[in-house]
């Protein structure tokens, strides 16, 4: 009996040892692929280097040009405001006062989108230029009118240059500025962009009173080339 059972014994064991031999087998893959996933990949983190931002006196002229252009766009989107009864009576037409307004500021609205990937794609500086340029021959059609239409078209173009100008400011305060001093002078821009529009209404009353409605367009070409 002792024989027996021992045999059995031995049998049994042999049989579990065979059919556990496949399931190491398949183990084997598995676990070289576990050990090579595991394995640590060395590289180097590459740190960016710190923007070299201007100082000083460049600093502060590149923030008052931009404070300057802020100024003129929002003296140029209320100044007609007081001017309209002049402009009219040259004009001889009323039919068309509503767009005197609109037209400027449907362009700066329409156009800041676009004017925002243009400085994702060029230079900021050539698109900056550009939108000054638009911005003065928007001017000079105002103060060249001929006609109702053609005061119009100058309103509208005007409106498109600030529109490149509003979001080239913004573009180059944050080449000027780290992140940590952008909101600062961010706020400081609206805030002088606001008073203009504020002030607006006075200058074009002044202006037109003194020297001409023509006069409220005449004097952004000199201070932009100045500029």
């Known amino acids: 009996m002792t024989t027996t059972s021992t045999t059995t014994e031995t049998i049994a064991l042999e049989n579990n040892t065979l059919t556990a031999l496949p399931d190491q087998r398949h183990q084997q893959p598995t676990t070289a692929t576990s050990a090579q996933t595991i394995e640590p990949l060395n590289v180097e983190s590459v740190t960016n280097p710190e923007p070299n931002y201007p100082t000083g006196t460049k600093f502060w002229l590149i923030v008052l040009a931009l404070c300057v252009i802020l100024i003129l766009g929002g003296l140029d989107a209320n100044i007609v405001a007081t001017a309209v009864p002049s402009i009219t009576n040259h004009f001889h037409t009323v ?133």
């Open 95 to 227: 039919a068309d006062v509503g767009w005197y307004s609109s037209a400027f500021r449907l362009c700066s609205c329409a156009f800041q989108f676009g004017f925002a990937k243009l400085y994702k794609l060029f230079p900021i500086k050539s698109i900056f230029l550009l939108s000054n340029a638009i911005f003065l021959i928007g001017s000079v059609l105002c103060a060249t009118a001929a006609s109702s239409a053609m005061f119009i078209v100058g309103r509208a173009v005007t409106g498109v240059g600030f529109a490149g100008e509003m979001a080239g400011c913004f573009a180059v305060l944050v080449q000027t500025l780290p992140l940590n001093s952008r909101p600062v002078f961010a706020g400081l821009m609206a805030c002088v962009e606001s008073l203009a529009i504020i002030a607006a209404p006075i200058v074009g009353g002044a202006l037109t009173q003194s020297l001409g409605w023509r006069w409220c367009f005449w004097y952004l070409p000199p201070i932009e080339q100045i500029i």
